[in-house]
């Protein structure tokens, strides 16, 4: 399965700035997905990115606030702007299984202050 | 839209005993699968099982395995032998084939928190 590097780990943010999460995969895949988990609760997709095309955001998330990329196969960028406490979560991405299940990234540990 | 629900938010079990985590699914898809996640301290989200919506045999990964019960839309975890590792928040997931072997998102339950005591 598909290896996924997502930088950075953990990031202390002032309120009002923004901050892009990078995900690097070692392989091609047509899919990739970032979801938010705030503190306690489940996965929630923000978005899928296919690449060459516009990000496909889930009800209660826009382009505005969650900018993604994806420049290429292997690559994607999450950018959380204008942030404020209430984004305060883990954020990770995750791609289409290739062979038996997803795979996600690390997390990215996000606090807002 | 299909949803997924975990009754259980947090369940304990004692070191080398048995513990089965709770899933019930909705769906109108005929072509899906389910998943057993695992969330450690760590964040890190591990695979622990999958399940085919066209196989009738549950699957089985070691000590962890599935009743999968299709027409009742329920979809438990049994963990054998419990270890401490085994401590961590699980979640259950659902997602449906869009043609091929393309995959759509997936749709998680709401967690149970499993500690394993010694």
């Known amino acids: 399965s598909a290896v996924i590097s997502q930088k950075p780990s953990r990031d202390i943010c002032q309120r009002g700035t923004s901050l892009t999460i990078q995900c690097q995969v070692d392989s091609q895949v047509t899919m990739m997905f970032w979801y938010r988990q705030q503190p306690g609760q489940s996965l929630t997709l923000i978005a899928t990115a296919n690449q060459g095309s516009e990000a496909t955001y889930e009800s209660g998330f826009v382009i505005d606030k969650f900018p993604i990329s994806r420049p290429n196969l292997t690559f994607s960028t999450l950018t959380v702007s204008n942030m404020s406490p209430e984004d305060s979560s883990i954020y990770l991405c995750s791609v289409d299984p290739q062979t038996y299940g997803y795979t996600f990234g690390s997390g990215t540990r996000l606090t807002v202050v | 839209a299909q949803t997924v629900t975990q009754s259980q938010p947090e369940m304990s079990v004692q070191e080398a005993e048995t513990v089965t985590l709770s899933c019930t699914y909705d769906?109108?898809?005929?072509?899906?699968?389910l998943f057993w996640y695992k969330q450690p301290p760590s964040r890190q989200m591990i695979l622990v099982i999958r399940?085919?919506?066209?196989?009738?045999q549950n699957a089985t990964e070691n000590r962890f395995s599935v009743n999968f019960q299709k027409a009742a839309k329920s979809f438990s975890l049994k963990i054998s032998d419990s270890q401490l590792g085994d401590t961590a928040m699980y979640f259950c997931a659902f997602t449906r084939l869009l043609g091929g072997t393309s995959y759509g998102k997936l749709t998680f339950g709401q967690g149970t928190i499993l500690t394993v005591h010694p």
């Open positions: 769906t109108s898809e005929s072509n899906y699968y």
């Open positions: 399940q085919e919506a066209y196989k009738q």
